[in-house]
């Protein structure tokens, strides 16, 4: 019970907010990181998922291969890539091993929510016409949108949680707060750290659920284009 009562204190200390070592610097790295990985792992993921779930082709291939990467742990693809030549251009080495983290459930929901549309609807837009491109940004996309939204928002909880791996590498973010508290034996201080962690992960993911109760609901009635 002290140590909770020492965190709550630590937590709620105006001087650990300010800073270049306070708590809203290292929020804001921690978001920043998170943003821009979510950002590349969905432009390298979406794009892939979508046309292969259009065409019906390659996709449980791309799946299951994407999904290996989850067998590897993220820290240790971080010291691999921290000993390789990439290890000297900064943030790249963390940047790279959160987005191969994140791509798997990206690929996985847009892909599965691509081919779970209904057949009768996608036949029924192709009799009017549509070309491929149409077919796949105003049936099939709208349609699938639950699922690839979903697995934005797994994506996006994972990277905040696992985000805390680049302070190893000598990056910012919350991870920051929890090695100097190791480093000061200051078990407070790394208490703090992961309950800022896990808010900050409950908050992205009440931030999509919202999203997702706000959004209008496409999935009933189909698509006509």
Known sequence: MNTVVSAWDWLTSAANWSGDSGIARRLAEHL????????????????????????GKGGALAVNVSNAGRAVPTFAVLVLLLLSPIGRYGAWPTVIALVLFAVPPLLTNAYAGMRGVDPDVVRAARGMGMTGSQLVFRVELPLAMPLVLTGVRIAAVQLV???????????????RIITAGFNLASTPQVVAGAVLVAAFALLVEGIFEAVRRLAPDRTEGGATG
Do not use: F, N, R, W
Request: contains cysteine; hydrophobic residues 60%.
């Open 161 to 175: 949680a696992t985000a805390t791996v680049a302070a190893l590498a000598g990056g910012g973010g919350l991870g």
């Open 32 to 55: 920043y990181l998170t943003v821009v990985c979510l950002a590349l792992s969905c432009a390298i993921a979406l794009p892939v998922a979508l046309v292969l779930g259009h065409l």
